[in-house]
């Protein structure tokens, strides 16, 4: 019963290799400068006067100290740039799952066999899971090579905890896509939803610590459960993660139940 | 044993377009159906319910005794189905994609979807993007093929072929009839479903007119009587005898459908001189052109 979900792996094996290529290179380039900027003079300074505002979007925090490894790895790699690249490539494949497989025209033929809608559902979101996985392995063997590289002092578990935090991020937000998708069978608004969202989610998290009103409501936010920082220093926090897991779920579980109900738009 | 397929006044509606309208029909295992009608007419509509791809507005669906939308699974198994707008998977080599549709199936037969191949003159091992219309449309046809269903829905499946792979998939169509499968056949070519098909289902703006063999819609039909005359006639007094439906042509050469006895009609053509006579059975293209200018619904 995962004929779709392999099927959906392989024919995205051309797209994830020239991503991994990527997030692989982005990864050593950020880490790989650690050592020049840690002993350059003027960066401390450069953090003390950049307004509040910036810090707080570019994911650091005030007590930061943005030239520890962890602070350094975090800010250069898994505050921003890897979710973001994950967001990405899981919104995208989330979205082509059904909502592209459904424009193209393909899905008419797909369903003629015997595969019931909920399982489609559940086979493809398999398939996301199967290739964020890959996608955050890629990450986290460039995180842990290129910090070997230069010595960089964070453990390769702690790399881990990180990026299965964002593995488990871009899930969710893949799932959202593939949810839209199948409520709707167009890949605009399967992309458009969760883009929305993430951008919303973000937002909201990064801007709380500077609103007071604010502050309450980061905890809807899927970002505040990945605190990529703290992953770097603490390890892995089960309780987010089985929060991300279970609203990924969920999510999954509407999918079904907006899928199975429709007319296909054939 | 149960009917092969059970339509039931279904109806579909989108919004206020209505895409079949109270469509009642039967298909019995071990029979050819030809469902005929142009582009538009609610065809596809009609085949894509019975797949549980579209939710009827109203009507009920039974396929092989099951109910379409909660058996729909079960009863795919036992359907083969080949989309009127068929879309391939275009990276995947044709045997690619005949694997993955065979292991969705629980397996084929082995050997089954390379006799297939054989009889279509259809190379696997190209990737399907490479692929003539003519060669797609086969692939499509395999995969309905090849799990030797027990209904077989085919929408359209030889308007992409030529002439020898239109009997070929004729071929087909008669032994899986042969071996007890139903074939719901749809079509907008008339000679093809005189061919092949027992019954015939005539739908016209989502409504269905006529259902029956291709026979006795022919006998239920209007006879064409063709006269010459010596010279020209004027048609009037022709048009008041009641028998006589409709009247074409001009000057020495008339043409009269005719729905009864056609006692009237020549008594009438005696008061002139009469060089030739001819008098036939409409073919089904005539038939089907009758009842789509909305003369049919009272033969």
């Not at chain 2, 239920?220 to 439906?245: S, T, Y």
Request: contains cysteine.
């Amino acid at each position: 019963m995962t004929d779709i979900a392999v099927r959906m792996v392989r024919d995205a094996r051309r797209s994830l290799a020239w991503w991994a290529i990527g997030v692989a290179a982005l990864v050593w380039v950020n880490v790989i400068f650690y050592p020049s900027v840690r002993d350059s003079p003027e960066i401390e300074g450069f953090v003390e006067d950049s307004p509040e505002l910036m810090r707080a979007l570019l994911g650091g925090r005030e007590s930061l100290d943005i030239l520890s490894p962890a602070g350094y790895l975090d800010g250069q790699v898994f505050a921003l740039l890897v979710p973001l690249l994950l967001l990405i490539f899981a919104i995208g494949h989330g979205a082509g799952a059904i909502a592209g497989e459904e424009e193209r025209g393909t899905l008419e033929l797909l369903l003629a066999n015997p595969v019931g809608r909920r399982r489609l559902v559940g086979e493809k979101l398999l398939g996301l899971v199967g290739l964020v996985a890959v996608f955050s392995a890629v990450t986290w063997l460039s995180s842990w090579t290129s910090g070997l590289a230069v010595d960089l002092g964070v453990s390769a578990a702690r790399m881990l905890a990180a990026t299965v935090a964002a593995g488990l991020l871009g899930l969710l937000f893949g799932a959202l896509a593939l949810a839209a998708g199948a409520a709707t069978g167009r890949r605009g608004p399967a992309i458009g939803v969760p883009a929305a969202l993430a951008v919303g989610a973000y937002l909201l998290m990064a801007l709380a610590p500077l609103a007071d009103w604010l502050e309450p409501w980061r905890v809807l936010s899927p970002f505040y459960y990945y605190a990529s920082f703290d992953r770097l220093v603490q390890g892995i926090d089960w309780g987010a993660s089985a929060i991300l897991a279970l609203v990924t779920l969920v999510v999954a579980a509407g999918a079904t139940v907006a899928f199975d109900r429709r007319d296909l738009k054939l | 044993m149960p009917a092969a397929l059970e339509l039931r006044n279904l109806t579909k509606r989108y919004g206020n377009v209505v895409g079949v309208r109270d469509l009642s029909l039967d298909l019995e295992p071990g029979e050819v159906l030809g469902f005929l009608g142009p582009n538009g007419a609610g065809k596809t509509t009609t085949i894509r319910c019975v797949l549980d791809m579209i939710r009827p507005t109203e009507g009920r669906i039974r396929v092989l005794g099951l109910d379409a939308r909660e058996r729909s699974v079960a009863i795919r198994r036992r359907l083969g189905y080949l989309p009127g707008d068929l879309v391939l998977y275009e990276r995947l080599t044709a045997r690619e994609l005949l694997r993955y549709f065979g292991r969705l199936r629980g397996g084929v037969e082995a050997g089954r979807v390379e006799a297939l191949a054989d009889r279509l003159e259809l190379v696997l091992d190209r990737p399907i993007r490479q692929l003539s219309s003519g060669n797609r449309q086969k692939v499509g046809v395999l995969q309905a093929f090849m799990h030797d269903p027990e209904l077989l829905v085919l929408d359209e499946p030889t308007s992409e072929l030529d002439p020898l792979m239109q009997a070929a998939v004729h071929e087909l169509v008669r032994e899986a009839a042969g071996r007890g499968a139903a074939v719901f056949f749809s079509s907008h070519q008339l000679a093809e479903v005189e061919r092949i098909a027992d019954r015939v289902a005539i739908i016209r703006h989502g409504e269905l007119v006529a259902v029956d063999t291709v026979s006795a819609l022919r006998a239920r039909a209007p006879r064409l009587v063709e006269v010459r005359f010596g010279a020209p006639v004027d048609p009037e007094p022709f048009r008041a005898l009641a028998p006589v439906q409709a009247v074409d042509g001009q000057g020495e050469r008339l043409r009269f459908a005719v729905d009864g006895p056609v006692d009237a009609l020549v008594k009438e053509l005696a008061r002139h001189e009469v060089v030739e006579l001819l008098a036939r059975e409409p073919d089904l293209e005539e038939i089907f052109m009758a009842y789509y200018r909305g003369e049919g619904e009272a033969g």
